[in-house]
Structures are given as C-alpha cells and as structure tokens.
C-alpha cells in the first residue's frame, strides 16, 4: 500500500521540525541571556553602557562609546567572567546583570 502525502502537509512538517531544532538549540546555550545591549542603572557617573555579543564559543564585550575597547568573556559557573576578572550575574526576575563593584545594569531595548 503506497501512501501519498500532500506535499503541503510534508512542507508544514519540514518547517515545523527546522523551527523546534532551532528553539532546542538556542534555549539550551549556555549564556544567551547575556547577549544584547546593557546600560547602568545607577545615579552620576557610571560605566559606559555596553554590548554584549556572541564571539566564537565566547562571548566579547564591547563598548557603547569606544567601540574598539573589546573585553574577551567566558560563561563560569552560571556568570559570564571577563578577562579582567569581573563577573556578572544576569538576573532573571528583573532581566537585570548584576555585575560587582558597579550594581545593576537593564537591558536597552
């Protein structure tokens, strides 16, 4: 017995299985919170507000005002860590970093 399927329905499966492989792939990444553009919550005179990207395995972190200052990070137990040796904690609650000595910074959107 020879089934034929309409090839609407084998297309809308092939789309389906291609959208579910690739929301599998990015969910379970390591770090991908982090990703994006962040700017500081405090008062006065703060750090630069700052871009997070995707490098390789890695991640860089690049700034907002000097867009050639480019910091190398790495995920570590759950924070990314920059080569200085800072760290940030994303937040998931408020979709804040948290990153030591300097506070919060919000995502810009």
């Known amino acids: 017995m020879n089934i034929k399927t309409p090839l609407i329905v084998r297309r809308a499966i092939q789309v389906a299985c291609i959208l579910v492989f690739g929301l599998l792939s990015a969910c379970g990444k390591p770090g991908v919170q982090f990703v994006g ?11 630069n507000p700052f871009e997070i990207i995707q490098s390789g395995d890695g991640y860089l972190m690049i700034d907002g005002v000097d867009k050639n200052d480019k910091t190398p990070a790495e995920m570590k137990e759950g924070k990314l860590v920059l080569r200085t040796g800072a760290s940030m904690e994303y937040l998931k609650a408020s979709d804040h970093l948290g990153m030591q000595g300097w506070g919060e910074f919000e995502r810009v959107k």
Do not use: A, D, L
């Open 37 to 47: 553009k962040w700017r500081w919550t405090g008062e006065g005179n703060g750090p």
